[in-house]
């Protein structure tokens, strides 16, 4: 059974690390993983600055920026290694399993870009400017919205097992950008597309993207589906076929 970690600082441990600048965060890299602000995901920490940071975020209770990898065979990542944008969150749990294996469970809150990479601690720590999400509101916003709002209900009712209350929380979005952020997140596309619309802060050129998207996936999916009922449809013609074989073979051992 998995124990959710309770981290407290031995004597002198704190004072051992370098205060943070308040526009400092400490940087935690993942490999084909986005997060989005608003959505809660679990990471494992498998690198041991990641483990380390992970960990001085927990005992200070600070936030962590979670940052795309450019390339996901990097074992041990710099700043040029990775994304310039990424997402602010708060670490909801840190849980090591029995295996040894580390985790933590995140919630996004906010975009951020990189300033700049700072050197004197064991972990990655940068500083970054907090990106605010637009709160525009135009007709032309609006009309996006209603359009990415029924793209996103027909494509998760296109899926086989359709969860009931994803819909409703799609249902219940009022933002544009957290539906632009949710409909990617849970979109079947490359990690560098999901990481594209992070990096699309202005909501209109945002939702166009997802929209495209969008419109894709339901093509492929409206094609999944018409495939599968008519493999389903050959499949049950060919069983009343070999229904109708046993049963005039039974018709003739009885004569």
Request: overall charge negative.
């Amino acid at each position: 059974m998995a124990d959710e970690l309770q981290l407290k600082a031995s004597p002198g441990e704190s004072s051992a690390l370098l205060p943070l600048p308040p526009d400092a965060l400490i940087i935690v890299p993942v490999r084909n993983i986005v997060l989005f602000p608003g959505l809660v995901l679990p990471i494992t920490l498998g690198r041991p600055k990641s483990v380390a940071a992970a960990q001085q975020a927990v005992r200070d209770q600070r936030q962590i920026g979670i940052l795309l990898q450019r390339a996901a065979d990097v074992n041990d990542p710099t700043g040029i290694d990775m994304h310039r944008m990424g997402t602010v969150a708060n670490i909801v749990r840190y849980i090591t399993a029995p295996d040894g294996t580390n985790h933590v469970v995140c919630q996004g809150e906010q975009r951020f870009q990189i300033v700049e990479y700072l050197s004197g601690w064991p972990f990655l720590v940068a500083r970054v400017l907090r990106i605010p999400e637009p709160d525009t509101k135009t007709p032309e916003i609006e009309a996006r919205f209603v359009n990415l709002k029924a793209q996103t209900l027909e494509a998760i009712q296109l899926l086989p097992q359709a969860p009931q209350d994803l819909l409703a929380a799609i249902q219940s979005i009022e933002a544009p950008s957290e539906l632009a952020d949710l409909a990617t997140a849970y979109m079947d596309v490359k990690p560098d597309e999901k990481q594209e619309i992070l990096e699309t802060v202005d909501i209109t050129a945002r939702m166009d993207k997802v929209a495209r998207q969008l419109s894709h996936r339901i093509e492929i999916l409206r094609l999944s589906q018409e495939i599968g009922k008519q493999t389903k449809a050959a499949l049950d013609e060919r069983q009343r076929e070999v229904l109708l074989r046993e049963q005039m073979a039974a018709i003739q051992r009885q004569l």
